[in-house]
């Protein structure tokens, strides 16, 4: 079992930053895939961003040069610095975690971007 609370959420404007983190705990696996999703009112949850344990990332294409994933195996820590934010970024933003037992979510973070 694996465990994640992200924190980091808030009010912000447009064009401002925040940092969301992601504290994992519990069977982690050293090989794994680690994400952040978003699900904004109304729409289904997209994956916005993925880093596997050994670094390699993807983005969502509307995130690209804003968004930044990055992790710290030593701490077990997720991070997305998430820059120049646009109203719609506002979300709850997901971490979540593949490893070989299984798929985990944690519990969300709002982020609300105001114009």
């Known amino acids: 079992q694996v465990q994640l609370v992200e924190s980091g959420g808030g009010l912000v404007q447009a064009g401002g930053s925040l940092r969301l983190s992601c504290a994992a705990s519990?069977?982690?696996?050293?090989?794994?895939?680690m994400a952040w999703y978003r699900q904004a009112p109304g729409k289904q949850r997209e994956l916005v961003a993925t880093?596997?344990?050994?670094?390699?990332?993807n983005y969502l294409d509307s995130v690209k040069g804003r968004f930044a994933i990055s992790r710290d195996n030593a701490k077990n820590t997720l991070y997305l610095q998430i820059d120049s934010l646009k109203p719609e970024d506002t979300a709850v933003y997901y971490c979540?975690?593949?490893?070989?037992?299984?798929?985990?979510w944690g519990q969300g973070t709002q982020v609300t971007v105001s114009s």
């Open positions: 979540n975690i593949r490893n070989i037992w299984g798929e985990y």
């Open positions: 519990g069977s982690i696996g050293s090989i794994n895939t």
């Open positions: 880093i596997t344990s050994g670094g390699s990332t």
